[in-house]
């Protein structure tokens, strides 16, 4: 069993910055993806972005490309996404979650994030 635990999370202004973390214990996740997603009031989770244990690769949604930069240290267990340039649309609860056998298989509890204009 994994435990994830997001931190991080606030009110900022539009084009502010945050960064959130994701605290993982239990089992050992540095072998696995680690990936965020958002959902905002009224809509689906939606894919943020993902990183490979070795952090070597990641991937991002389109509407974060280029302002959030995800990294994790797997000595700390804890992964980071850094939030620039924020803007009212950012505004959602962000959680963390653990692949497994190729799904999302744990989630953190969520930390929410919003940003005024």
């Known amino acids: 069993q994994v435990q994830l635990v997001e931190s991080g999370g606030g009110l900022v202004q539009a084009g502010g910055s945050l960064r959130l973390s994701c605290a993982a214990s239990?089992?050992?996740?540095?072998?696995?993806?680690m990936g965020w997603f958002r959902q905002a009031p009224g809509k689906e989770r939606e894919f943020v972005a993902s990183?490979?244990?070795?952090?070597?690769?990641?991937s991002y949604a389109d509407s974060v490309k280029g302002r959030f930069t995800l990294s994790r240290d797997n000595a700390k267990n804890t992964v980071y996404l850094q939030m620039n340039s924020l803007k009212p649309e950012d505004t959602a609860v962000y959680y963390c979650?653990?692949?497994?056998?190729?799904?999302?298989?744990?989630w953190g509890q969520g930390t929410q994030v919003t940003v005024s204009s």
């Open positions: 239990g089992r050992t996740f540095n072998r696995n993806v």
């Open positions: 990183i490979t244990w070795s952090g070597s690769s990641t």
């Open positions: 979650a653990v692949m497994r056998l190729g799904e999302y298989a744990y």
